[in-house]
């Protein structure tokens, strides 16, 4: 991924900022899909010629690939650090819903940008859904760590296991943000969100 912008190639435009790009490009493919956007209006957003486009990021396709990292960046690496740092295992748990469930809401675009590449027809689908499998096993390792930690300090019964809590969570997640792009209302789904976290986190000693 590309994430030097302090250098500019030679023909790229002068303010042409490759992460605001990037930022844009993900917006775009996640309100409208791979084949609701192309590279023209891209440009036009930016406001850089279409060449210069294809020579900072690639076709659509790798561009599309390079947003969907960009996205997990952005947007789902922040909630994974909240998570990490909230001391409390209840909090942290909420917390992480309530950010899924308002990100996932937005009026803008909703959902999840990652499924939607991973499930769209690029060229590079095979790549965009290898990574976006790669960052949810990830993801649900994270959670199944730290719940194994607040097994073994006694603050979490031992069953459900770690490592199905985690998968749990996960599962949790995608679904709420399946359910914010169909159009369920935010409170409803916040309602709900907090309404799942005693499934996840089971009695509480």
Not at 40 to 48: E, G, K, S, T, Y
Not at 80 to 87: D, L, S, V, W
Not at 104 to 131: F, K
Request: charged share 25%; aromatic share 6%; glycine share 6%.
């Amino acid at each position: 991924m590309v994430t030097n912008i302090a250098k500019r190639t030679p023909g790229r435009p002068k303010g042409f900022i490759l992460d605001e790009a990037l930022d844009r490009a993900v917006e775009m493919f996640w309100e409208h899909g791979y084949e609701g956007v192309d590279v023209d209006r891209i440009a036009r957003a930016v406001n850089v010629t279409k060449p210069a486009l294809y020579r900072a990021f690639g076709d659509k396709s790798t561009l599309l690939l390079k947003a969907v990292e960009r996205y997990a960046i952005t947007y789902v690496a922040p909630r994974m650090a909240a998570f990490q740092a909230e001391p409390d295992i209840h909090k942290a748990v909420t917390a992480f819903c309530e950010a899924t469930v308002n990100t996932a809401s937005d009026e803008a675009h909703g959902g999840c940008m990652m499924a939607a590449a991973a499930l769209g027809q690029s060229e590079r689908v095979t790549e965009i859904r290898s990574y976006v499998a790669q960052g949810l096993t990830a993801t649900a390792d994270i959670f199944a760590k730290r719940f194994e930690k607040e097994m073994k300090a006694g603050r979490l019964t031992r069953t459900p296991s770690a490592k199905v809590r985690g998968r749990a969570l996960v599962d949790l997640m995608q679904g709420l943000q399946l359910r914010a792009k169909v159009g369920i209302a935010r409170e409803q789904l916040l309602q709900d969100a907090r309404s799942y976290v005693p499934l996840i986190l089971g009695k509480q000693i």
